[in-house]
């Protein structure tokens, strides 16, 4: 189990990007705590990559989310395939043009990767996940090619080529809740986590869980699409504890509170 975490909103937003993005790792941080990490892109800029072998409360602090950004993901990792000492491994993930992250298990990755020149490029890189994003660049997007994937998937991405657009999908057996307010679009793996967006940063979200097999894509702090595919459902889940890490859980509630007071 990992936390998948993001938001998409308007260039010319006065929300504080960084605090933004610090609530939503502390909402997850009971996730996962093997690896830890964020990424976010600017108005003509490439995606910027920033990851970390630690839990939440060891990147916290460190967040830097620039005004400029209008699109963010966040993770915390619990990892099954691709041990996180190799540094590819974890999430945020690069294949090509797309920069993503994932909660859940890719079952035929290796098969999905086998004909694609630029996977694998770094040494000890094993992480299922990467089919996800690869599946996203060459197929351009298109909603119908997430159904060759099989395993459970809760995931998104920002596509290089596409300006100011984030994509989120769901497919089998893994949540992810979409929280929309007058600041733009939030998602994350559980609705709690949207609940400490609105807590520390004083929003409020219309919230919904996305259904199995729904590709979304923001732009710019609204969604602009919302597609279905069917996904591959043999694929059979063992039941998972809701909660991997709560000590960082703890920690990160703590400390986002005492940055926010800061802030104030």
């Not at 967006?197 to 710019?220: A, H, I, N, P, S």
Request: hydrophobic content about 40%.
């Amino acid at each position: 189990m990992c936390g998948i975490a993001g938001y998409s909103i308007a260039a010319s937003s006065t929300l504080e990007r960084t605090l933004a993005a610090q609530a939503l790792l502390a909402g997850i941080a009971e996730r996962g705590a093997d690896a830890v990490g964020y990424a976010h892109r600017s108005s003509g800029e490439r995606v910027s990559v920033h990851k970390q072998r630690s839990g939440a409360s060891a990147l916290l602090d460190e967040i830097t989310v620039p005004q400029s950004a209008s699109e963010v993901l966040v993770h915390v990792r619990d990892y099954t395939k691709g041990h996180p000492t190799v540094a590819a491994n974890n999430h945020p993930i690069r294949h090509g043009a797309v920069v993503g992250i994932h909660n859940g298990v890719i079952l035929n990755d290796d098969e999905l990767l086998a004909d694609h020149d630029c996977a694998r490029r770094e040494p000890g890189m094993t992480v299922d996940s990467e089919a996800i994003f690869a599946v996203a660049a060459h197929s351009e997007g298109d909603v119908e090619a997430l159904e060759a994937l099989c395993g459970s998937m809760a995931t998104a991405w920002i596509d290089e080529r596409r300006e100011h657009s984030i994509y989120v999908a769901r497919g089998v057996g893994r949540p992810v809740w979409l929280g929309a307010g007058d600041a733009g679009v939030f998602f994350a793996s559980t609705r709690l986590a949207l609940e400490v967006v609105e807590r520390f940063l004083g929003l409020k979200l219309r919230m919904d869980e996305l259904e199995e097999g729904t590709l979304v894509q923001l732009e710019l702090g609204r969604e602009t699409s919302r597609k279905r595919f069917s996904p591959d459902r043999r694929f059979e889940d063992e039941p998972l504890p809701p909660v991997r890490a709560p000590k960082e859980a703890a920690l990160c509630l703590r400390r986002l509170a005492t940055l926010v007071a800061a802030a104030s």
